[in-house]
């Protein structure tokens, strides 16, 4: 079935960039979101791309999709300890099952 | 406006035991559906649906059942529960354009 698969954990020093991939297997995947969870809270969309988008940028914000290799990434820029958080990579395709990764649980470092 | 609601916050339950968890969303949307999330392993769908009178299953649907029988409200009951269904539940919910799903604040269940 389909998967999303992302690394468990990410430390970086406030100020510098952070790189979360996620990787999928489902090639007719048509949605890709990133997700940030505050402890104790839901999770809150961050930012979309459709597949037939290599990029989205939005503020400190980048996604790149790489559609070939079927991998996704969020670069968050000047990272503050207020992005620390889980961060979840989820894809859809023509039925309404979101698919979830793992979580990326990011560590800002003052 | 309180967008999606859970109830409740946490429960304790018995293995063996019955019980309704709450949902429910004041934007008019199309689309809803239940998660669980457990440590290493993410959200797992369980059921969604895509409008009232509508239900399908996700990946993890045993021991679950859903209904819809109005676009705001989606309760997922566990019909006898079993210490594997200790978890953090999400509700969500989103039009039907696969834009942004908005997730309720969890319900914390622990099955002993």
């Known amino acids: 079935g389909e998967d999303v698969e992302q690394s468990l954990f990410l430390s970086v020093r406030e100020g510098d960039s952070s790189v979360i991939n996620c990787t999928y297997t489902?090639?007719?995947?048509?949605?890709l979101y990133w997700y940030k969870q505050e402890p104790g809270a839901g999770l809150q969309l961050l930012t979309y791309?459709?597949?037939?988008?290599d990029m989205k940028q939005d503020q400190r914000l980048t996604v790149l999709l790489n559609k070939k290799d079927k991998h996704l990434s969020l670069r968050i820029a000047d990272t503050q300890t207020g992005d620390s958080a889980i961060y979840f990579c989820a894809e859809s395709s023509g039925t309404y099952k979101y698919i979830f990764g793992t979580g990326t649980r990011l560590k800002v470092l003052a | 406006n309180a967008g999606v609601t859970q109830t409740p916050k946490f429960q304790v339950l018995k293995t063996g035991q019955s019980m309704t968890l709450q949902c429910a969303q004041d934007m008019n949307h199309e689309y809803m559906s239940w998660y669980r999330q457990d440590p290493g392993m993410g959200l797992r769908l369980i059921h969604y649906?895509?409008?009232?009178?509508?239900?399908d299953q996700g990946e993890v649907p045993n021991g679950y059942n859903v209904s819809r029988s109005t676009t705001e409200d989606f309760p997922l009951r566990l019909l006898s529960a079993a210490p594997s269904q200790t978890s953090v539940y999400f509700c969500?919910?989103?039009?039907?354009?696969?834009?942004?799903?908005?997730f309720g604040p969890g319900t914390r269940l622990t099955v002993t």
């Open positions: 969500a919910s989103s039009g039907l354009d696969r834009g942004e799903q908005y």
């Open positions: 649906s895509v409008g009232a009178g509508i239900t």
């Open positions: 489902d090639s007719s995947s048509t949605y």
């Open positions: 791309i459709f597949s037939n988008m």
